[in-house]
């Protein structure tokens, strides 16, 4: 059943965690249509939140060398080889580079664009994603948390305290995104062991200012604001890119009636969710623990019956 404290199904999460009267939902909404793949919005978050360095090394399957999201990559851009037509033409599918976007001023030195013949074109497409913890509506990684380390702020995201974290790490495996992971390294840096994760930049959130990586991107590819406002731009994005024939612009994590109930932060994507690495179906882990408690309580109550009865027995 659906209802206060539900582990599945459509919730306010702030509300549902017990906050009297929470503000707004906050999250993302990013647009992987319009993102060139700077990198300003990994830069901000390491910068804001003092992040340290990550493993930086080639893949040998992507330019992309930050890898994946992890303890020390709060934000991750996946660059995405796919194979495709030469240079791509509106209209089909996933052609980001072609795809209408806002003129962005960068501040470069300007020049014309390059004229590049068809047949010269490389017969690939780029996907671009800016991923980031989900801020789920139902957060496994909560749920199983022992010590309370990690909990619901008014503003419906999930957050780690470092200093209550055991670093016993059973929210890593809870996680159904494979987002949140306990620090290794570099030596000397804080928190070394302690599960760390996206945190939608709280300390800023309190403050009244916008999440670093959202006020870093030059192309507003993350948005920031009201989940329900967020919801109704997508939902009108989608229509618009529909419009232009980009067929495969879809929305993911927007649906309150998913798996994990929704997320706060979703995203726009012009492939197949697994083509970015994320789970097409994500479940809450945890969505089964009441059945699994409510049928241990009636198995162990089976047994105490059992043993009384044997004793029962043996006296008379
Ligand atoms: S994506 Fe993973 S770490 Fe983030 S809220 Fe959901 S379960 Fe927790
Ligand atoms: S800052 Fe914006 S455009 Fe640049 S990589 Fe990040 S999401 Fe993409």
Redesign the pocket.
């Known amino acids: 059943m659906i209802g206060r404290n539900s582990l599945f199904g459509p919730v306010d999460p702030a509300a549902d965690a017990g906050y009297a009267d929470p503000p707004a939902r906050k999250g993302f909404f ?1 647009d992987t249509s ?9 830069v ?1 978050c390491k910068e804001w939140n003092d992040v340290p360095e990550n493993l930086f090394e080639m893949l040998g399957t992507s330019y992309d060398n930050s890898h994946s999201l992890n303890a020390n990559q709060w ?1 991750h ?1 996946a660059f995405i080889e796919r194979p495709g037509p030469a240079g791509g033409t509106a209209g089909q599918p996933g052609q980001q580079a072609d795809l209408p976007r806002p003129a962005v001023d960068l501040g470069m030195p300007e020049m014309g664009a390059p004229v590049v013949p068809d047949e010269a074109k490389p017969d690939f497409r780029w996907l ?1 994603e ?1 991923d980031v913890c989900k801020h789920c509506t139902h957060a496994a990684c909560l749920d199983v948390c022992p010590t309370g380390s990690l909990f619901r702020t008014e503003f419906g995201t999930v957050v780690v305290q470092d200093d209550i974290c055991n670093g016993c790490g059973y929210c890593v495996a809870a996680c159904p995104f494979g987002v949140i992971d306990r620090r290794r390294g570099p030596d000397g840096a804080e928190n070394i062991g302690i599960a760390q994760k996206c945190t939608l930049c709280y300390d800023r959130l309190t403050d009244g200012q916008r999440p670093a ?1 959202a006020n ?7 948005q920031y604001g009201d989940v329900d406002e967020l919801r109704r731009r997508a939902d009108e994005r989608v229509a618009a890119l529909h419009e232009q024939g980009i067929m495969d612009a879809r929305l993911y994590g927007n649906d309150p009636n998913d798996g994990v109930g929704g997320t706060g932060a979703f995203f726009l994507l012009l492939d197949e969710p697994e083509v970015y690495g994320l789970p097409p179906d994500p479940v809450v882990t945890t969505k089964d623990l009441p059945r699994m408690f409510n049928r241990a309580g009636v198995a162990a109550l089976a047994m105490l019956a059992g043993a009384a009865v044997s004793f029962l027995g043996r006296r008379a």
């Open positions: 990013t319009v993102c060139i793949g700077c990198k300003a919005c990994e901000a934000r851009v671009m800016s990586c870093a991107c030059p192309t507003e590819s993350i």
